[in-house]
């Protein structure tokens, strides 16, 4: 399906839903995420730690912890993967987990998986997050991995770039990118207009709500070449198999 006919076709479905809201039955939420709710520990050269955000407002700080903790281990608070922003944001029952990964060489990556819940509402455009002070994003493009089994990946791949001052006053730049997919009810896009158009099918035609993970990698474009989007292509590689791992449905789930 094209983005732009995929768009229509959302949009016709939202306005669809709106119209027949009164007289919808209730929609029954179906709890088989498509894809693994945990991000993996250990891949063959890549190990993980947690990003958990404390809760507390006194310390507030984001923390990179080899074990996951109940508690903030600096002051005792509440601790989450989401930042009290994306909480404040998000409906109580979005599921997600974030993790920094460190290859065997020392190159970094991080990797998030959020899950809508009952309300779709738990995803929205990844760029709404990307635009902070100082951040823009200077590039937008399709990036396809491929995978074993002649199998390939699409990834919407956004190129970000941040502007900050240096302690002497002048101001530099740093780039870095900012990659993305969605998978639900047995199926994958790189496609936000697609992903609405799916959940507002199931909801509209089948009264049921799917979880739909969005998946996520950040890195930097710290070196020359295709190095840094090459380290991506090998955390997709390794990661892929194991979010499938361990799914309570596939694309073999039917209607
Ligand atoms: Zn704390």
């Not at 995929?6 to 894809?35: H, N």
């Not at 006053?169 to 969605?182: I, K, L, P, Q, V």
Request: glycine fraction near 6%; include cysteine.
């Amino acid at each position: 399906m094209k983005p732009a006919s995929a768009f229509f076709l959302a949009a016709a479905l939202f306005a669809l839903t709106l119209l027949a809201m009164p007289r919808m039955t209730r929609i029954e939420f179906v709890d088989q995420p498509s894809v693994a709710t945990q991000l993996p520990d250990r891949m063959p050269s890549w190990s993980g730690r947690y990003i958990l955000f404390c809760q507390n407002p006194a310390h507030g700080e984001t923390l990179i912890l080899d074990e996951r903790p109940t508690v903030c281990p600096e002051c005792g608070g509440e601790l989450n993967p989401l930042s009290s922003f994306e909480l404040a944001v998000l409906p109580a029952d979005t599921r997600a987990d974030k993790r920094q990964y460190t290859r065997t060489d020392g190159a970094i990556l991080q990797a998030a998986i959020v899950f809508s819940g009952r309300d779709r509402s738990s995803i929205h455009r990844p760029e709404v997050c990307l635009i902070a002070a100082g951040t823009e994003i200077v590039g937008r493009r399709i990036h396809t991995v491929s995978l074993p089994n002649q199998k390939s990946l699409d990834l919407q791949l956004l190129d970000v770039q941040q502007t900050y001052r240096l302690p002497d006053g002048r101001t530099a730049t740093a780039r870095s990118y900012f990659a993305y997919w969605f998978a639900g009810r047995g199926r994958e896009t790189a496609s936000q207009p697609a992903r609405m158009f799916w959940m507002a099918w199931d909801r509209i035609v089948h009264n049921r709500a799917y979880p739909w993970a969005y998946i996520s990698i950040a890195g930097a474009y710290d070196r020359p070449g295709n190095e840094p989007l090459q380290r991506l292509d090998d955390l997709i590689q390794q990661i892929y198999p194991l979010l499938h791992q361990g799914a309570t449905s596939s694309a073999s789930a039917h209607e």
